[in-house]
């Protein structure tokens, strides 16, 4: 480790003396990249690098490298996955290994540097696929310090997080600096004399404090430390010669909304030339990113915050492969819930299918595997005792256990009000000796995990039910559309319950028109869900109706109005025409849509707003006219995933406008995932609807006639289509076409009172029919027709000619159409050579 923290661990020395220290403005935040810097050559790192498995998987390439202080080290650009470099033996037994100098100079095919310094090899990878190594060059000749080394595999761990989350990206995205962002380590440099602190903003965070309200004082952290905890950190402040080497200790914070956090920090004292504390370095971590005390009531306390805080069964799962695999030198952990007569595992760390049992392998699910208790006697013997069953190395066990403790198992159930939950397994391959205090720790954490995931299993039971009532309220598939696509995406709350107001709705209107509706409803809770479900089929069912987009707006406002319920909510409508792009947005109360243009571009599109639904009976509710060109994605979206606590709206926004620039937009649920990105611990829900408007490949063909109420109406209609059917060349079906319009047009003279409309459309193989009137009362076909019956035959006939044939209302009335299928048309024959003439030579 470097000796002198100003010159080679890349910080600043803090200038004040005693007299003025008090009168000292706020000291400015550390710049994220030196705070990352101190933290790596705190972990006794200059340098790290990524290699990742070439297109062919035969090689290692050099991906990416980061330098925190100067160093003339060189490593190659390509390793063979299958030499005998330390970084391809780590890859391929899925084990780190780290090299002194001495097996430096030995080493063969291995990135061999000029200077005698320690090298480390983290094998990075996820669910057993291989992601490649991260190769961390040492400073101090002495290598790594145990804590600097489980540090380095948790970053290794952030770092293979960043490459399978950067898969997706377009291009080659940097993994190093944002995977050591995502452990949130705070760094920090104390100046003893004076009491001044220089700390970046992650340490802050971590404290609770904001970087505005921080004056550089050290007595302001301590302030938000618990009282219990200010001994040990005053010593830290005051350090005695004694106290000159590294420190650990772990504390408490009070956070700002009053949740109390457990933090880990490491420090060492940089001595003067007169042997005085002249700065204190170190970094402070959530305690799941350093080691944790060896203290046994210092480790239950921690597993009883964790637990706290763990609301799921996985989440649960990880707090305990964090407490006991590393703490207790152990090979293996396995979770298992019972359920009836068999164990559910939950969680198996390592989770590489090699690491486990042959018969746990052969029974292998999509997600982890199951068995029965009476196939595992062991089990079952722990099970029926309730305490834990410690059994030391060289234990025969059955099939289904062999190689999970070849040096030690330790069998822990469960306990949770009054039965076992479930089953925790604790495997070491070398040797272990089970001391008595052991025996001890392993109770009281078995009796925290066992309550832990028995609420656990409840929440998932809860949120699996709350989930499925969300999504039988949302549409199960979207239509699909000549001229466009559409993805939708919605994500719970995870706070509370999972479920909330915010739904979604594609509704084909015709062949060429598609409306678009996004909404949140207050609250989260089943009563927004109840109204968000209400509000939804209203607003299908007056879109269906055919009525324009602000019609449909305010009929749903009156509704909700109308129940009575303290609830309001937010809209967005947008009535798309597939064939020419027009588009009509009306907007009740709720953000703006997105667009991004075929260039890449975006913008907020700016709709005239209303209230939101619920709030005015009388409210009005303006339409804006956009114009899309096709390779135009439309992005309507919910507050809950462009405001946040920490996220004002309008920095959501344009986040989510970057996101939409940067996605591809030939893949659109791969576009929608992006703009999700890693939402985390959700306050509310999400709700996101993507369309991208491409244009009707094929435009049909339109002609309309006005039908007069005139004793010789059907006529002139018959002649309007005999002439548009001549036009398109489609004479071919005319007999069908006019008997058709002839029986439609006559039912709507006289059966209907108000204009009558004959609309004829052409597109590809099929000729439309359409015959509008003012009536909202669909056609009846008679039930019964006999020979003594005067009418009702010619709907049948309709029917009978027609391909397809329906009624659906529109604006004022309802439409009856029929769609008659053009005859393959045989291509027109080739006209023969000319014969050659008589006594001519050939």
């Known amino acids: 480790m470097p000796h002198d923290g100003r010159a080679r661990a890349g910080v600043s020395q803090l200038r004040a003396s005693g007299a003025d220290a008090a009168d000292t403005d706020a000291l400015p935040p550390v710049p994220e990249a030196a705070a990352g810097e101190r933290a790596l050559a705190f972990a006794g790192a200059a340098m790290a690098a990524v290699y990742v498995p070439d297109a062919g998987r035969q090689e290692l390439r050099l991906a990416e490298t980061a330098c925190w202080t100067p160093s003339d080290h060189r490593l190659p650009e390509r390793l063979a996955l299958s030499g005998g470099s330390p970084a391809a033996c780590s890859v391929r037994t899925d084990r780190p290994l780290w090299r002194d100098p001495a097996e430096q100079a030995s080493s063969e095919g291995g990135p061999v540097p000029g200077a005698e310094v320690p090298l480390g090899f983290l094998p990075l990878g996820t669910e057993g696929r291989r992601q490649g190594c991260l190769v961390v060059v040492g400073t101090s000749a002495d290598g790594f310090e145990p804590e600097q080394r489980r540090f380095l595999k948790r970053y290794a761990d952030a770092v293979t997080r960043m490459l399978v989350a950067a898969a997706d990206a377009p291009g080659p995205s940097a993994v190093l600096g944002p995977a050591l962002r995502s452990l949130r380590v705070g760094t920090f440099v104390l100046v003893p004399d004076t009491g001044l602190i220089e700390a970046d903003e992650t340490l802050l965070s971590l404290v609770g404090i904001t970087p505005a309200d921080f004056d550089g004082k050290a007595d302001t952290l301590l302030a938000h430390a618990l009282p219990e905890d200010m001994h040990a950190l005053v010593s830290v402040l005051e350090p005695a010669p004694q106290a000159f080497g590294r420190r650990e200790l772990e504390f408490r914070v009070r956070g700002p909304t009053g949740e109390m956090r457990w933090l880990s920090l490491s420090c060492r004292v940089v001595v003067s030339s007169d042997d005085r504390p002249e700065q204190v370095l170190g970094v402070v971590t959530p305690t799941s990113v350093l080691r944790r005390s060896a203290d046994d009531v210092s480790r239950i306390q921690w597993l009883t915050a964790a637990l706290d805080d763990a609301t799921t069964v996985r989440d649960v799962s990880r707090v305990v492969v964090t407490a006991l695999r590393e703490p207790l030198g152990a090979d293996r952990v396995a979770l298992a819930e019972l359920q009836g007569d068999r164990l559910m595992v939950t969680v198996l760390d390592p989770p590489q299918p090699d ?65 076992v939950a479930g089953l925790c397994l604790i495997g070491w391959d070398r040797p272990h000796e089970f001391v008595p205090d052991e025996r001890s720790l392993l109770t009281a954490t078995a009796a925290l995990v066992g309550q832990a995931l028995k609420g656990a299993h409840e929440h998932d039971a809860e949120q699996e039910l709350a989930t499925m009532l969300q999504r039988s309220l949302l549409p199960r598939r979207l239509p699909q559309l000549p001229g466009g696509t559409a993805v939708a995406r919605y994500l719970p709350a995870r706070r509370g319950l999972q479920v909330g107001g915010d739904w979604y709705d594609v509704i084909a209107l015709s062949e060429d028109r598609v409306a678009l509706v996004i909404g949140d409803v207050q609250g989260h809770s089943a009563g927004a869900a ?102 135009t994605v439309l992005a309507l979206l919910t507050d809950g995933l462009v405001e946040a ?61 006005v039908v007069w109420r005139l004793p ?74 006999d020979w003594e019956s005067t009418g009702g035959r010619g709907l049948l006939l309709v029917e009978a000619m027609s391909e397809n044939f329906g009624s659906m209302p529109v604006a004022g009335g309802k439409q009856v159409w029929s769609e008659i299928a053009l005859p393959p048309r045989e291509p027109a024959p080739a006209e023969p050579e000319p014969r050659p003439a008589r006594g001519s030579l050939p």
């Open 355 to 419: 690491a486990w049992p042959e018969t746990w392998r052969a029974q292998w699910r999509t997600e982890w595997p199951e068995a029965p208790i009476s196939a595992l006697p062991t089990l079952q013997l722990a099970l029926r005792d309730g305490r834990p069953d410690l059994w030391p190395a060289g234990t025969d066990f059955e099939a289904g256990l062999a190689g999970i403790g070849g040096g030690g198992l330790a069998v822990l159930p469960l306990p949770a009000r009054g039965r």
């Open 712 to 785: 010789d109406a059907v006529m002139h209609a018959r002649r309007f289509t005999a002439r548009t059917l001549r036009h398109w060349k489609a004479e071919d079906v005319a007999d069908a076409v006019l008997l058709v319009v002839s029986e439609l047009v006559t039912n709507a003279l006289v059966h209907t009172q108000g204009a009558v409309r004959l609309d004829l459309m052409l597109r590809g193989d099929r000729v439309r029919v359409c015959v509008s009137d003012s009536s909202p009362r669909a056609p009846a076909k008679p039930v019964i027709v």
């Open 645 to 705: 606590a920490g996220l004002p709206i309008d920095e959501g926004m344009q986040q989510t406008r970057t996101a939409l620039t940067a996605a591809d937009p030939a893949d659109l649920g791969r576009m929608a995932d992006r703009l999700l990105g890693d939402v985390g611990r959700r306050e509310d829900d999400v709700a996101l609807l993507l369309m991208r408007y491409d244009g009707m490949r094929t435009r049909p063909i339109r002609a309309g006639w």
């Open 530 to 631: 109840t109204i968000m479900g209400q509000m939804r089929t209203a607003v299908r069912a007056y879109a269906v109706e055919g009525h324009p987009p602000d019609v449909v707006v305010a009929h749903a406002n009156r509704l909700l109005v109308g129940m009575e319920t303290d609830l309001f909510a937010t809209c967005c409508y947008a009535e798309l025409d597939l064939e020419q792009g027009n588009t009509l947005f009306v907007r009740a109360g709720h953000l703006a849509p997105l667009v991004r243009h075929p260039d890449g571009s975006t913008e907020e599109i700016d709709v005239e707003g209303g209230l939101p639904l619920g709030i005015l009976e009388e409210a009005e509710f303006p339409m804006t006219a956009v114009e899309l060109t096709p390779g």
